[in-house]
């Protein structure tokens, strides 16, 4: 199925410890994004990508990283897992839905713990 | 800069019975504006979008949303709410001057509907 895929669904982290949250879509959208969501504060944008090796900041950036290589994959580093980095994490892409306008589609989630 | 306000993080009503959901924005420009609802555990599915066409939009599942400028709101409706509608629903709007068409949630409103 066409769609937005990532890669674990769950995952738990020992504090200071390394990971890679994976992100792919088969749709060929040019834009991704990845989100996480805090109970109460709906979803902050982390980082995104206009395209393959162009990736930019969003709101809450620190203590992770990008890279977009291919349009296919947009993987989400965390460098050193900290507790406040427990949240669920969204990848999305984006299509246009007209004149510069553009829904997203969302991946079905990473629920991650740090201990 | 953009912003939403979900004017309830709860909402309770009775199977058969009306559903409002209340949402806030604020934008420099003329915004686009979405829905999403997300079940329990699962991703973000799009219930609707306004683009600047008709002010009042239909979604799926029998869900609709006014858009009003003079009041700056996107409230989310439903004339008669199913078990099946309980779940929480994200407004969202989207920034049409960024090169990216960066989204911003509210902060979520949790629907939940008795038997």
């Known amino acids: 199925n066409a769609g937005v895929t990532q890669t674990p669904k769950f995952q738990v982290l020992k504090t200071g410890q390394s990971m890679t949250l994976q992100c792919a879509q088969d749709m060929n959208h040019e834009y991704m994004s990845w989100y996480r969501q805090d109970p109460g504060m709906g979803l902050r944008l982390i980082h995104y990508s206009v395209g393959a090796g162009i990736t930019d900041q969003g709101e809450v950036p620190n203590g992770y990283n990008v890279s977009r290589s291919t349009t296919e994959d947009f993987p989400l580093r965390l460098l050193s897992a900290a507790p406040s980095q427990t949240s669920v994490y969204f990848c999305?892409?984006?299509?246009?839905?007209?004149?510069?306008?553009?829904?997203?589609?969302f991946g079905s989630g990473t629920r991650l713990t740090v201990v | 800069a953009q912003s939403v306000t979900q004017l309830d993080s709860h909402v309770s009503v009775s199977e058969g019975t009306p559903v409002l959901l209340r949402c806030n924005y604020s934008s420099s420009y003329s915004p686009s504006l979405f829905w999403y609802v997300q079940h329990p555990n699962k991703g973000l599915q799009l219930l609707l979008k306004?683009?600047?066409?008709?002010?009042l939009v239909k979604g799926i599942n029998g869900f609709e949303a006014e858009f009003k400028k003079s009041e700056t709101s996107f409230h989310l409706t439903k004339p008669s709410a199913h078990m099946s509608d309980a779940a929480e629903y994200f407004c969202?709007?989207?920034?049409?001057?960024?090169?990216?068409?960066?989204?911003?949630f509210g902060s979520g409103t949790k629907l939940n509907v008795k038997p």
């Open positions: 306004y683009t600047s066409a008709a002010t």
């Open positions: 969202v709007v989207s920034d049409p001057v960024a090169n990216f068409n960066k989204f911003y």
């Open positions: 999305a892409s984006s299509y246009s839905i007209g004149t510069g306008l553009y829904g997203y589609t």
